[in-house]
Every structure is written in structure tokens, then in C-alpha cells.
């Protein structure tokens, strides 16, 4: 028989009614056996590890080689955020826009009730507290996930400032977001019939849902990553683009470094990259050029508010890596295969007979033997990978080597440059600036990648990724914009300068011509150097473009001819790309900026003025 005695609430003395009260009411939902508090204590993640290693969640790995390392294996069908599950429920669809998944609020919480009734039952129920940002600065927030995944609560401690500093500051009254997970895997049935727990629970119906006006997150069926840590992608993204149109403030989905000169003035940068286009090794850069400095502040997401001075500060709101693992590799990103040397989760990442790990990329020859990530025998003659494409790993930020001595500043740093980066092996000059704040907003709504065969669609087709945001705003995209114009406004002189980059232009053979990596800080150095005011520059349809012998490519062999081709910019093909943006515009109707229509006009002029 099911029981209906409620469950104790178990909360500290210090938790405010209305948190309790929301805490209890979910328990009243979804069931579960027991309630805890996440404290972040030490012994408490002690305790957690060992209860995921009996039952088979978490696999110690070599503790003399990895130690404070374990690896997880996922459900085969829960292994990546799942974008067509993902929804806005705002009040009315238009606020969702053409690019989200809108679901009627009213519908999906009738959803919601019935799917998490008893979703917890033969389950311990966690409360999270947590800072999203260093704990109590003015641009840091608070909120409280609960959720039934031991996996969660280990990456969530991780991820963000979770524990008892946050419930503190909730306590003082500090605005928090709630966030409900569930698994939807619950150990005991309506009538108390148990079944066995699971390395992997999940379910096969997923829902990410994001209630905008109430700023709420809701997410069920789903353990991995941005389905699963809320502090992440639903919030610091979705329902923080929310607080910050409201709020006067930017939640981007960038990364932020630090870059120190020769002569050592230190700028700060900010940048929006789509996925599978080398983020993760932008923020851990190893600049070639001498004298260089670039430490990491963040590797994904940058919120970024006025400061008293007018200028644009940044802070990382994460306090952890999240980060794909195939292709890291000491040739590729030694920074970050060196953070992972201790106290990881690795998730969906081959096991090596001696207990270690392995991905596609990490070595030139893979190891003869392996158990993949499905948990079978794997050699190098297997057809499948040995490890899932978007396996991560979950690190704390503080273990890479590049990580800034200010990155936990909680006033942030000021922004002096914002990159934009599609993957074009056209058109796109490897790096050119914005004639203005309204031609740097042009350019990163209308960013795009060509369609690779790895994703939906035709090849050579542009998959547009305005802002690298595509699956992370909160709201209308054009209302979005608007909103970067209206920062601009406020900001005024004082705004960031805004570049767009492009690392993947080919030649008509398909080569890339540009080598990448630690090279990316050449062009880096010419956008800083335009900040200081040290170099000119020239005008050109897509933006100012560098004079080449401006370009610090000291010790870079490059082809001949390489360079030009590097920053062609043909008229015609612009002329076509101005058509595919007025299209791709049409599709947000009318609400559309006006200075975007009109910076795409000034482009045709400047290319009727070059044809
Ligand atoms: C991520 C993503 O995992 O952007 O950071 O998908
Ligand atoms: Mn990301």
C-alpha cells in the first residue's frame, strides 16, 4: 500500500518558509522516501561517491593514476541535451519566437503534474542550493534545484557554489530560481512494489520545460548534463536571458578570457562560438606568439552587467568545465587533458585495461583494448567509437593551469572585445571588426555554420546560430536583439568592440587555410592591438579587415598566396548572402529591429560600391 504520510522535510534551521513550503509541496507530488539538503561538505560528497559506486553509477577509476576520478555510463538513449524535448511556456507563443519549442503553460503543467506524481516514490529527493557566479556578487544569482539523482548532486557540486553558503544567502533573502528534476525512474509503484535500482535510470519520455514569467525550470526523464544540471543551460542561459532583458544585464553563451600583452596591459574578452567549432580550446588558448599571456575566466557561458564605471563587466557564472572529450588531446588542448588529472567524472568515456581512460583524439594509436562506453569489448577493429562523441568530462575550474587569478572576482572583468565565430569555409575573412555596436549585433544574429553531414540538413546549407544561442534563449530571438541594442545604447562609447572570426576557411581543394589553435591568438593580437589603438585598419563589405603586415605572423609558415585568400571577399557571393539574410530575417516577421534591416542595407551598398 502506498503510504500518505508525508515525508519529513528534514530542512535546516536557517531555510525561509516559502522555500520549505515549495520543498514540501514537491514532495507531496513526487513521493519520495526521504528528503536531504545538500550541505557541500566534504564528508557529504564522501558518502554520495560510495553509495554511486554501489550501485554501479559511478566506476572508480585507477586511484593511483586518477585519483578523485570516476567514470559514469549513460542510458545509450540519454547521452546529449535533447533540443526537440526543450520547451518555453510562456504565455503567449509569439514570446518564445520562431526558434524555440513553445508549449502552452497551462497544458504542460497538467503535463508536468502527472508525469512527476510519484516520480520520486523508493527515492531520496536532493535540495540543492546554489550560486550561479562567485557567492554574493552583485551579478551572481541563487537558486535551488531538487532532483532524485545522486549524479546530479556530484556534477552539480561541481558546476556551481552548491551547499550551505548559498542557502545562507537565500536565507538573508536573496532572490532564488526553482528548478525540479526528476529521473522519472521511481524504485517503488502507486500499490509499493519495488523494482531494482539502475546504474542509469531515466525515462524514455523527456521534458525540459521553462516557465519564462514565473522563471521556473521543470525537467524530467533525463540524467545528462544540460537536461539534468539545471544551474547550466536552463538557467544561466534560458531563464537568465529572461532576467537579464528585464534586469538590463547580457547571459551569453561565451566564453571569457583574460589576455596579458607584451607590455602588460591586460584586456578581456568575450566570445560566442557554436558547438563543435573548438570553444573549450579557445578558453584554455596557448597563444604561439611570443610574449603573450591568455588565461581562462570561463568556458561557456558570461553574464555580463554595467558597472559604475559604464563599462561592461563579465563574470563566469559556472564553477566547473562541462566539456566534450573526444579530441582532447596534448597536441590539441594540453590545458585541459592536464586539469582531468584528478578528481573528474568522466561520463560515456572508454575504460583502459588498467583502469584509465580513453576517447577518439586523446592518442595518435588507440590502445588495443578498451571497454567502451556501452560497457563492452571494444579493439581498434570495432565499428562503433570507443567512446560516445559527446562524452564530457565534469571538472572543477580551478584545477586548469590557465585559469585566471581573477576569475572568482565577483565585480567580474571589463570587456574590451566580443568575438563572434561561425564555421564557413567561405566568404568569412578570418577576422574582421564592426563598423559599430549596431553591425556587431548584424553580425551576431545572423552567424552561421555550413551544414555538415554530421547534422540535419543539406550539405553546404547555412545553419544560422545567432549568437551561439540558437537552443539557449529564453525568449522571442528578435526581441533578443533588440535588447543587445539597447545595451548598446546604454553602454555607449564605452561598449565593447565587436569582431567576428572565422578559423575554418578552406581552399577550393577543402583544406583548411588556417592552422588554428594556439595560432588563433595571431588575429586575437591584431583585435586587441585595434582596441589600444595601434593599428589601422580597412574597409570592406563584411567589416574592417586587418592590412596584412599588421598581422603578427612571426614564425607561421603560411602558403603562398594563403594570407590574401584568407580575407578575399568576393561582391557577388556577399550579394547572394545579403539575399539568404533577408530571408532568414523574414522569418521573424516584424519584430525584426529596425537598425539590423538597416545594416543590411548599408551592406549592399558598400557592395554595389565595391562591385
Ligand atoms: C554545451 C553545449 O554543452 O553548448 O556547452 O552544448
Ligand atoms: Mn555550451
Redo the contacts with the bound molecule.
Sequence with gaps: MAEDTAVALNAPENAPESLKQWVGQVADLTQPDEIYWVTGEPEEKERLYAQMVETGTLIPLNQDLRPGCYLARSAPSDVA?VEARTFICSAKEEDAGPTNNWADPEQMRETLAEKFDGAMRGRTMYVIPFSMGPLGGNISKLGIEITDSPYVVASMLIMTRAGNPALELIAAGEYWVPAVHSVGYPLTDAEGNRRDEIAWPCNDEKYITHFPESREIWSYGSGY??NALLG??CYALRIASVLARDEGWLAE?MLILRITSPEGRNFHLTAAFP?ATG?TNLAMLRPTIPGWKVETIGD?IAWMRPGADGRLYAINPEAGF?G?APGTSEKTNPTALHALGHDTIFTNVALTDDGDIWWEGMTDEPPAHLIDWRGNDWTPESETPAAHPNS?FTVAAGQAESISPVWEDPAGVPVDVILFGGRRATNVPLISESYSWEHGVFVGATVSSEQTAAAEGTVGELRRDPF?ML??CGYNMADYWSHWLKMGEELGDKAPRIFQVNWFRKDEDGNFLWPGFGDNSRPIEWALRRVAGQVEARDAISGRLPNLEDLNLEGLELGEGVLEQLFAIDPQAWAKEADLTEEYFKMFGDKVPEQLLQQLSEIRSRISQSA
Design positions: 541535451r548534463g544540460g547550466k543551460k553563451h558547438s570553444k561557456d562541462f566534450v564530457r551561439a537552443p539557449f
